[in-house]
């Protein structure tokens, strides 16, 4: 491969950029509400938990997709280094994402508190009522929201460094809209 | 034309010198920064001054103490159990599945305010009792009410204050007399809140205490239409007066042990009241009592039949938080609401986490005689 690196499809770059859309709001809206005691709280509260569910269904949707629709190979000139860093940072998002909304809903269930959706619409408890559970689930809940806000911003560096410094078309692999990538296709 | 420089891929573009290369590094680090540091604005760390739930945790454990495993507030309670007979008379203006007529059990917690949870009982100490209602398949219902007749204060910040203000001074082991000045100079609704608080019948214990919710919530109705509410807990137990006799005790849990023997004795009953509120009844401001003219609607009986040690006790694990609402019954604008739906989320993470650390409640389950069960 010389010049152009593959694209995402359509469909991954939706999901890619309408779940980066959602987890950076939702991350915002985790820390935001576990510091507040205004009105503020049960808004956010009444977001936090539908939209940590839609994740959860988001992700699954997004690894099927991922089968139908593999990502494009990363392009040769990466050293052996730079690409065990690229796949294992993916693996941890894709576990961060899945793992989080589900100890989150685990850790409701342990504490008993009612998981709405909307109105009367609820989920089931997945785990025991059981306070040392939920303590632990919790905490875990916190550890894991803020690896991953750590990780995505890794992630965002990584996309800038490749896009500003190494110029390989990882970053336009996924960021760019443009409707084709080939060279002939531009106007002169 | 010139030719599209900013395509992507290393045939199209020149390479970039050091300078470039480090000018760009820069930038990267600026833009990860400005997300780390937008983060951390979010999440409080940059505002020291803001009222967060450590704060409020910091302020209580300040004033009451570290107690691990407790409460953070009302942390001294007894458990008790029972049900409660919906009559179906509140259906009309709620949806909720806790008012179709029916019966559904309920765990609930009778307490003393105060995060101290070995404090000596006393007359004037607000007492509340706390219920979870379960209908069998259906949206659950969470309540906690107070003996008295409106809440001290109509803010969070205003609760911190009365918290930070009425903290022992070290000195002196007391709250200091200037501090609780400055709150009631800084809080005027703190004033007349207190006069009517002062003013309250105060019953010989919890049996016959009327339980107020105090701050105000919505009923929706199967059609839509929202009504503002305020509900109390009215005892079926005759009032008799706290004598002077009663409140110089030797028991140190003389209420609870009360409370304990009338159980022994036969069940106890609340009538659930509901009082519907006007267009203009204050709703965001828990220290206005509603006039006093206003429709009660009677929702049903609640019955106490059992009460238990927190030792032993299912409520133990529960967090009676005012929020966890079935769809019918709906939060107001009270900035109480939230901020109580708040503090006790921290209070409940705090203790569920000390479990290990928490020594004995002070009513045990030898103070508790078993009742004799068919």
Redesign the interface.
């Given at each position: 491969m010389?010049?152009?690196?593959a694209r995402f499809s359509a469909p991954s770059r939706v999901i890619h950029w309408l779940m980066a859309v959602m987890i950076l709001a939702m991350?915002?809206i985790g820390?935001?509400?576990?510091?507040?005691?205004?009105?503020?709280?049960?808004v956010l509260?009444s977001i936090h938990k539908p939209l940590g569910i839609a994740i959860l269904i988001l992700v699954v949707i997004r690894f099927v997709n991922r089968r139908i629709n593999p990502p494009p190979a990363l392009p040769d000139?990466l050293t052996p280094v730079l690409r065990m860093a690229a796949i294992a940072s993916h693996v941890l998002l894709y576990v961060l994402m899945f793992i989080t909304p589900l100890v989150g809903w685990g850790m409701l269930s342990a504490?008993?508190?009612?998981i709405i959706l909307y109105?009367?619409l609820?989920l089931p408890p997945i785990l025991p009522?059981?306070?040392?559970l939920?303590?632990l689930l919790?905490?875990l809940h916190t550890c894991l929201a803020y690896g991953f806000?750590a990780l995505i911003?890794v992630h965002?560096?990584a996309a800038?460094?490749h896009?500003?410094?190494r110029?390989?078309?990882v970053?336009?692999s996924m960021a760019?809209w443009r409707r084709t990538q080939t060279?002939g296709d531009?106007?002169? | 034309?010139p030719?599209?420089r900013s395509?992507?891929?290393?045939?199209?573009?020149g390479a970039?010198t050091s300078g470039d290369?480090l000018l760009?590094?820069g930038?990267?680090?600026a833009?990860?920064l400005l997300?780390?540091v937008?983060?951390a604005y979010?999440?409080?760390w940059l505002s020291p001054g803001?009222?967060?739930?450590?704060r409020?945790a910091a302020a209580l454990q300040e004033a009451n103490g570290i107690h691990p495993g407790f409460r953070l507030n009302h942390a001294k309670g007894l458990c008790a159990s029972g049900w409660f007979d919906s009559n179906g008379q509140a259906s009309a203006l709620s949806k909720a599945a806790v008012f179709e007529p029916g019966r559904m059990p309920l765990v609930g917690r009778f307490s003393l305010a105060g995060g101290m949870p070995f404090q000596t009982d006393a007359p004037g100490t607000v007492r509340a009792l706390a219920l979870r209602l379960t209908p069998r398949g259906a949206?659950?219902w969470r309540i906690a009410a107070l003996n008295i007749p409106v809440f001290i204060v109509n803010s969070?910040q205003g609760f911190y204050d009365q918290t930070v203000a009425s903290a022992p001074d070290p000195a002196t082991g007391k709250p200091d007399p200037a501090r609780m000045k400055a709150f009631l100079a800084a809080h005027p609704e703190a004033v007349k809140a207190f006069a009517l608080i002062k003013d309250r019948p105060i019953s010989t214990g919890f049996a016959n205490s009327t339980f107020n919710g105090l701050n105000a919530f919505r009923f929706v109705s199967a059609a839509g239409a929202s009504v503002p509410i305020r509900w109390s807990l009215v005892p079926a137990q005759a009032f008799v007066a706290e004598s002077t006799a009663q409140s110089a005790p030797t028991d140190t849990n003389y209420l609870f042990s009360g409370l304990i023997a009338q159980v022994t004795e036969h069940p106890l009953q609340w009538r659930l009241l509901v009082t519907v509120g006007q267009p203009g009844d204050p709703t965001d401001d828990a220290t206005l009592p509603w006039p006093s003219d206003r429709t009660q609607i009677d929702a049903g009986t609640v019955t106490i039949d059992q009460v238990s040690s927190e030792a032993t006790g299912t409520c133990?694990?529960?967090?009676y938080?005012p929020?966890?609402l079935?769809?019918g019954i709906e939060?107001s604008?009270d900035?109480i609401?939230?901020?109580r739906?708040?503090?006790y989320a921290r209070s409940?993470?705090l203790?569920?986490?000390e479990?290990?650390e928490k020594p004995p409640s002070a009513i045990t389950p030898q103070d508790v005689p078993a009742r004799g069960r068919l």
């Open positions: 010389t010049g152009q690196q991350l915002c820390v935001g509400m576990a510091a507040s005691v205004s009105e503020r709280y049960k509260v000139s504490a008993r508190y009612p109105g009367p609820h009522h059981d306070l040392a939920y303590a919790r905490e806000f911003l965002f560096g800038l460094f896009g500003l410094i110029r390989d078309g970053l336009a760019s060279s531009i106007p002169r | 034309m030719e599209d395509r992507d891929g290393p045939a199209a573009k970039l290369v760009r590094l930038a990267i680090g833009a990860m997300a780390a937008a983060f979010v999440g409080g803001r009222l967060t739930q450590d409020m949206e659950e969070a133990t694990d529960i967090n938080d929020l966890v079935p769809s939060s604008d900035p609401l939230s901020a739906s708040a503090v409940f993470t203790r569920a986490g479990q290990r």
